[in-house]
């Protein structure tokens, strides 16, 4: 623990500042940017010429209703719906966070067995394998095994760790609904990595070109140099505005939970008080990924297929130890003013003492959180096809295929939803853990039942020594 606490900077109204970092970082965005743009616009006549008319003879084929191709109000609704749904599914799924808390990990349970189990009922329902094949072939059990044992474990040894998940659930519905801010960080991290990646795809595209890509043409020392400077700066780049995004929403819900009203400013101005700490957790981030690549790259070149599969699979294995690592990194970090090498250093320990509640997160939580993202696709299909069947006054056709384009589409509200709640859930989780340790004090926005249900179920896993 240090003596540095993000609630003083709030109360003080006067956070750290590093213009030179923030300057550094500026050049650095400023020159993907610059080579970017020069590429899309070095591309675009092709674009026009050869790839807008591919897309449109696509589109023709879709045999899509004609108030989606030749009406831009009929393109302007489309939109408009989508929208207009994201924000009631956003809110909705929030209520839902708020008032069922623990009721949605049991659901998840239920329906995550239901899932790994279904094809084995399924094919015993139909005769296609008997009980003795099903013995034979017991590897298509190896999902559903783990998952039952996952739920009995988490229902039994851990059931009051679970009780105490549940509640953290209703106070991340409540921090969304309060705070609404804190979906906006992680909105404009979807918008800049979709950016990013056209700019980076213009770079490969603009330096490499297609035949290198597929092949046809050996790669050059020139090719290479500005695809891989290309790929550093995309990386960086993309890595760093999730960084900033995480600890600006991170911010607020640790603000709000010292009992205070925040806003959005006080979020980014919490998390630029760190952003030398975060550009540097950038970059070791970028260092994990290329190492990933390198060595599904070896195992290609040595043992092909199989070869790739073993480098993929241990960079699989890095890359969860460092996600676990750095759990509680940018939370710690923009909480108590810590550097990268810091923050980590505090998070492997806080993981450490903490690794059932982190593992309920990734299971029991994250299965919660899936039903949510099942509603939100079920809302997004019945409000496509009610849309759909308004606009063609009472067409079939146009109503289905309104219904799977918002389905389609359902990703991005839900991506940011779960995407958001897992920022406030970790947060929240780090305040509670904190607050546990005596390190945290005073007013905090845990209300006197949720406090009296958290201490409860803490000492009660406590005394059972789960």
């Not at 600890?247 to 806003?263: F, H, K, L, N, W």
Request: proline residues 3%; charged residues 15%.
């Amino acid at each position: 623990m240090t003596d540095v606490d993000l609630i003083d900077y709030y109360e003080k109204k006067k956070y750290p500042s590093h213009s030179r970092a923030i300057a550094a970082i500026l050049i650095v965005f400023g020159g993907f940017v610059i080579l970017g743009v020069y590429s899309i616009w070095q591309l675009w006549p092709k674009f026009i010429t050869e790839v807008v008319p591919l897309i449109m003879s696509i589109v023709a084929t879709l045999d899509l209703p004609s108030i989606l191709t030749t009406s831009l109000y009929g393109v302007a609704l489309v939109v408009g719906g989508l929208f207009l749904f994201g924000v009631l599914i956003a809110v909705g799924a929030s209520v839902l966070a708020r008032r069922l808390g623990g009721t949605l990990i049991y659901v998840g349970a239920l329906f995550m067995n239901l899932m790994t189990w279904g094809i084995v009922i399924l094919v015993l329902a139909t005769g296609q394998l008997s009980l003795g094949d099903l013995v034979a072939n017991w590897p298509i059990m190896i999902p559903g095994l783990l998952t039952l044992f996952t739920t009995l474990l988490l229902f039994t040894v851990f059931k009051d760790r679970i009780r105490r998940a549940g509640q953290i659930i209703k106070l991340t519905g409540q921090v969304c609904l309060d705070e609404k801010g804190v979906f906006v960080p992680p909105l404009f991290t979807m918008i800049f990595t979709l950016i990013s990646a056209v700019l980076f795809g213009a770079i490969i595209f603009q330096f490499a070109g297609i035949d290198v890509l597929l092949g046809t043409v050996p790669w050059t020392v020139e090719s290479e140099a500005s695809v891989g400077i290309g790929l550093l700066l995309y990386l960086f780049t993309t890595l760093f505005f999730y960084n900033i995004a995480y600890g600006a929403s991170s911010g607020i819900v640790y603000i709000y939970m010292r009992g205070q009203d925040p806003t959005l400013g006080d979020g980014v101005k919490a998390s630029l008080g760190v952003v030398a700490g975060l550009a540097a957790l950038a970059i070791m981030s970028v260092v994990i990924v290329l190492v990933r690549i390198a060595l599904q790259r070896a195992g290609r070149q040595v043992g092909g297929a199989g070869g790739e599969a073993v480098g993929r699979a241990a960079g699989g294995i890095i890359g969860w130890i460092w996600a676990l690592v750095n759990y509680f990194t940018i939370p710690a970090m923009v909480a108590e003013g810590l550097g990268a090498r810091a923050g980590i250093k505090r998070s492997a320990g806080l993981v450490r003492k903490n690794f059932v509640d982190v593992m309920i997160k990734e299971s029991a939580v994250r299965w919660a959180f899936g039903v949510l993202a099942l509603i939100f696709f079920i809302a997004f299909a019945v409000g496509g096809a009610a849309i759909g069947w308004v606009v063609s006054s009472g067409d079939l056709i146009t109503a289905l295929v309104l219904a799977v384009i918002f389905i389609v589409f359902a990703a991005i509200p839900c991506s940011l939803v779960l995407r958001t709640f897992d920022i406030v859930y970790v947060t929240l989780l780090y305040v509670f853990i904190r607050r546990q340790e005596g390190e945290i004090t005073g007013k905090t926005a845990f209300s006197a039942d949720m406090s009296r249900e958290l201490e409860s179920a803490y000492n009660a896993a406590k005394r059972s020594g789960s």
